[in-house]
């Protein structure tokens, strides 16, 4: 989820006739394939529209030291060329036939999806089983490997090394995760980057992407006996490399042992921000402590009626926003975060005494059973209304099985959301909180003399 994946979603009656989106589209079946992929369908028969995911269990948490930015390198690569498809050719036969693609590279997986009609459905099995076993990597300086490393360059460019609130947070970050295998970003080092050879991509591909290390989600109007059919004759045909072992280099994340403050100053910066990064929880790791916390930060900082927003940018008015996040949906813990802009005149330091005075207060004054109960509502509100989305449907699932958890950690989830105590949203929040923590302060302000 963060879910990002980042992951959130709800109850409500979404069809004619009564039906709920939990009866008409919420009832997901699965099964093996002979050659250890595993393919999940979703039904959802409003449309005759289908959701195609193929999601590797494969990440940058799998990188060797070195070659940082390999797994988001080589999902550019999967678009190129293979034995049977010339260059582009993938994505002009999915276009094509009406069709939206795409792929994304978390530190814990790699999926591409296409959404189409469904009679298009088997061309896209074809499609990706095509570049599952016969993907082309050479050394032609023009050719998919070396020209997409230069393309990933570029977007590093762009999306990190020109943006200031991008190079902040991949400093807080590398020093959150420190000596852990998420320390680097998920694009990765630009040196490293660039060093990348078609032989390391090679390696890449014949060790991770084989059909043992792959989930298929199928959402949309179909029923499970025709996308069995269809898998097994697409798929089922693929022999696994047997290179696949199932570890991974997840591992649990120490706690920081020191507060650190961290400043970033640009010319681009025009609002100066502040915030507060904790060691945090994960779904995978601590499951009810994780939900206990989200709920908990709902009402601390989700939002305009939170505790927070109330005291600092409505009452106090010394912030023009103010809120709290955590990173729960990543296999391995990530941060917790409060966050906070200072309105016009107030240094960031005011700023820090005044947030944090509000958090001591609000966690020694404790929450209230309605307050919780309207944060639980909520978070179990959206899960149940994001099940009215196919592509919702298949990234959860696709996400949760991925990261080693079940399709009732799905289907469970309003239940247990809701079922959280105002005494373990509290006692979440405390912990993560508190005042026996360790953090790291980032800053991010406009350049000397530009304020």
Excluded at 44 to 64: F, I, L, N, Q, S
């Amino acid at each position: 989820m963060k879910r990002i994946i980042t992951g959130g979603l709800l109850a409500v009656a979404l069809f004619c006739g009564g039906a709920s989106a939990e009866d008409a589209a919420w009832t997901p079946e699965t099964f093996t394939l002979d050659n250890g992929m595993q393919v999940v369908v979703v039904p959802d028969h409003r449309a005759p529209v289908v959701t195609h995911m193929v999601w590797y269990k494969v990440g940058a948490v799998d990188e060797e030291p070195g070659k940082s930015g390999l797994a988001h390198l080589f999902e550019h690569v999967m678009f190129k060329e293979t034995k049977n498809l010339g260059p582009e050719e993938f994505t002009t036969i999915v276009q094509r036939n009406g069709g939206q693609l795409n792929a994304f590279t978390s530190w814990d997986y790699t999926a591409y999806f296409e959404r189409v009609a469904k009679p298009q459905l088997k061309t896209m099995m074809e499609l990706e089983a095509e570049r599952m076993r016969n993907l082309k990597i050479n050394d032609d300086p023009k050719g998919p490997f070396i020209s997409e490393r230069d393309v990933v360059k570029e977007e590093r460019r762009q999306r990190i090394d020109n943006d200031p609130g991008s190079i902040l947070q991949e400093q807080v970050l590398s020093e959150l995760w420190k000596g852990h295998p998420y320390e680097i970003t998920v694009i990765g080092k630009m040196d490293e980057v660039a060093k990348l050879t078609p032989a390391d991509g090679m390696a890449f591909y014949h060790k991770y992407y084989s059909p043992e290390n792959a989930i298929l989600v199928v959402a949309g109007d179909v029923t499970t006996d025709e996308v069995r059919t269809l898998a097994e004759e697409t798929y089922g045909q693929i022999e696994p490399t047997g290179t696949v072992d199932g570890t991974r280099k997840w591992a649990p994340v120490p706690l920081l042992t020191e507060n650190k403050l961290l400043v970033h100053s640009d010319p681009k910066v025009r609002q100066p921000s502040w915030s507060r990064y904790y060691s945090g929880l994960s779904e995978s790791r601590e499951r009810r402590e994780s939900y206990a916390l989200d709920v908990g930060l709902a009402v601390l900082g989700g939002g305009m009626t939170s505790r927070l927003y109330q005291a600092l940018v409505e009452d106090e008015q010394i912030a023009i926003d103010v809120s709290t996040a955590a990173w729960t949906t990543l296999h391995d813990e990530g941060p917790a975060v409060i966050s906070a802009s200072p309105v016009d005149g107030v240094s960031l330091d005011e700023l820090d005494t005044a947030v944090m005075a509000e958090v001591r207060k609000v966690l020694a004054e404790g929450f209230t059973d309605a307050e919780v109960e309207r944060a639980r509502n909520s978070l179990a509100a959206r899960a149940i209304y994001g099940r009215d989305s196919q592509s919702n449907m298949a990234n959860t699932f696709g996400s949760t099985l991925a990261l080693g958890g079940t399709i009732d950690d799905i289907l469970d989830y309003p239940d247990t959301i809701k079922s959280i105590t105002t005494e373990e949203a509290l006692a979440a929040v405390r912990t993560v909180f508190g005042e026996d923590r360790h953090y790291i302060e980032a800053e991010l302000i406009p350049a000397e003399g530009d304020q």
